[in-house]
């Protein structure tokens, strides 16, 4: 794009706040306009993208998994200052081409932005993920990039010669210095950042793997066709991503699935809480789920239960139809009741639960019919490692009985693992399950006052506590037997697959839906 005379001060303004004067002067951000100075790039790196921000503005930047672009936050706001959210302008990614006139690849919208604290970066939520087999996410790098290696960066904007290459282009660039935060590359007279390598990848080779190490920010763009002659500095400093796999592997994880039984019909379909803040329902048909169906949206912000709350998915009113429990940081506890095509507005419930809401405070709450009358009842996890139950009254819960201790070290599911509630002996009173950080699942079964000491149902998940790592699993019915089966869901490729309640163990599992 052309910025406007306003948005290339900011954007230049930003650039002297964040930069080290460089002989009395700084590099211009790349902003989203065009592209790299160099040799046009070979097919392969089909993981580089072309973001098209609105009708007139564009960047590069670089899928890092199939549902997610990263770039930099100043593609979307010429001075960094980004917010989650949806994009401002429609805007499009389109992933898997190195020439943008011919066919193939994939074009994606953005579905929403999850920018980084203090970083020019953001990630990309696409709209629907990236199902070439030709089209291979790239690795973040886990080591910085040190003084006198090389990177090769790759953009689609301006170069030398055009406005708007329809090309991808490479250039090989030397690391001069690197900071906590950011990396100072030496370019040369083939290999100039300019316009629209905002968010571009910087890129590193190590036994026949590509890593992401850094991504564009800001450059001299000496060379670059529109930049004055008189400019013959072709130094960049790029954004570190060698660092960040927890915050992408984090953002990653914030979209959750629940099974739960939306429709009545006996089996457990699957809640997907999307981080738009949409809740889509993909029903339950036997041997699949059904495409997705927003049945509430506006939750964006209770995904992690770090900012206004958290969402739960449970029969509370005895209908046979999960139902929408919001758990806000005020400490409410409100039911929203399931009206077969969308949620109500809600009746409080209970209050006093704000310190249980991220589980690190004083607790975590959950929900499941304990006591066996059809109607979720409400139970209170400690951090002192008790378990109790409140008892689900009609209208509100009432207050609670002691069922287990020694708990305390399963809550945050960062130390020894996390408790599940589910029926997993189909006497329709929900057990409690216990998933350990050594990948094992084991079951106590509801004995009406108290749960029994436990029997091994599953072994080598130990990777899946968390929900950061490999994914995360649940329980829920989905054969409509009266027995809760495991649900696992792999980040990686979005599979959820369901392993059959035996009995005694779950069986190997059948794929049901790709997210």
């Not at 930069?19 to 951000?29: F, M």
């Not at 994606?108 to 970083?119: M, S």
């Not at 072709?234 to 984090?250: H, N, Y």
């Not at 792999?490 to 190997?508: C, E, H, L, Q």
């Amino acid at each position: 794009m052309h910025l406007s005379r306003r948005h290339r001060l900011s954007a230049l303004t930003a650039a002297l706040l964040a930069t080290p004067v460089v002989l009395g002067a700084v590099p211009s951000a790349t902003g989203s306009a065009s592209a790299l100075s160099g040799v046009e790039a070979p097919a392969e790196p089909t993981y580089v993208a072309k973001v098209n921000v609105g009708e007139q503005s564009a960047c590069t930047g670089t899928l890092v998994d199939p549902q997610w672009v990263l770039t930099a936050a100043t593609c979307f706001a010429a001075d960094g200052e980004l917010s989650a959210g949806k994009p401002a302008v429609p805007t499009t990614v389109t992933v898997g081409r190195t020439d943008l006139t011919q066919t193939g690849g994939s074009v994606r919208q953005a579905l929403w932005l999850v920018p980084h604290a203090d970083r020019d970066l953001v990630l990309v939520r696409l709209a629907a993920r990236i199902t070439d087999p030709t089209v291979k996410p790239v690795r973040l790098a886990t080591t910085p990039a040190v003084p006198g290696e090389q990177l090769v960066q790759a953009g689609f904007g301006r170069t030398r010669t055009e406005w708007v290459p329809d090309k991808l282009h490479t250039g090989t660039f030397t690391v001069a210095a690197t900071a906590a935060t950011t990396v100072d590359l030496d370019g040369s007279a083939t290999a100039t950042v300019c316009k629209g390598d905002a968010g571009g990848p910087a890129l590193r080779t190590v036994n026949g793997t590509t890593e992401l190490v850094a991504v564009n920010s800001r450059s001299w763009q000496g060379g670059c066709l529109g930049i004055d002659a008189a400019e013959t500095r072709t130094g960049a400093v790029d954004t570190r991503v060698d660092d960040l796999s927890s915050w992408v592997k984090d953002v990653f994880s914030r979209e959750k699935v629940t099974p739960a039984d939306i429709d009545g019909d006996g089996k457990d379909d699957l809640v997907l809480q999307r981080i738009d803040g949409s809740v889509v329902v993909h029903r339950n048909l036997g041997n699949s789920f059904g495409a997705g169906t927003v049945m509430s949206a506006g939750w964006s912000r209770f995904l992690t239960g770090t900012d206004m709350g958290r969402l739960y998915f449970a029969d509370i009113t005895g209908d046979g139809k999960a139902d929408l429990i919001v758990h806000g940081t005020d400490g409410n506890v409100s039911v929203r009741k399931n009206m077969g095509t969308y949620f109500d507005g809600g009746t409080h419930w209970s209050a006093g639960w704000g310190r249980f809401v991220t589980g690190t405070d004083m607790g975590r709450l959950y929900f499941a019919d304990i006591t066996g009358d059809g109607k979720a009842d409400l139970i209170v996890h400690g951090t002192d490692g008790n378990v109790s139950v409140r008892k689900n009254m009609g209208t509100y819960f009432d207050g609670g009985t002691h069922w287990s201790a020694g708990w305390g070290r399963f809550v945050t599911g960062t130390d020894m693992g996390r408790l599940y509630f589910a029926d997993i002996t189909g006497d329709g009173k929900a057990d409690l399950i216990v998933h350990g950080t050594d990948g094992n699942v084991s079951v106590r079964k509801n004995m009406g006052t108290y749960f029994d000491g436990g029997t091994h149902w599953s072994a080598g998940w130990g990777r899946f506590v968390t929900g950061t790592d490999m994914g995360r699993i649940r329980f829920g019915d989905s054969t409509g037997d009266g027995k809760a089966d495991l649900f696992v869901h792999t980040i990686a490729d979005g599979k959820v697959a369901v392993r059959k309640n035996m009995g005694t163990y779950f069986d190997g599992g059948t794929v049901m839906i790709t997210l």
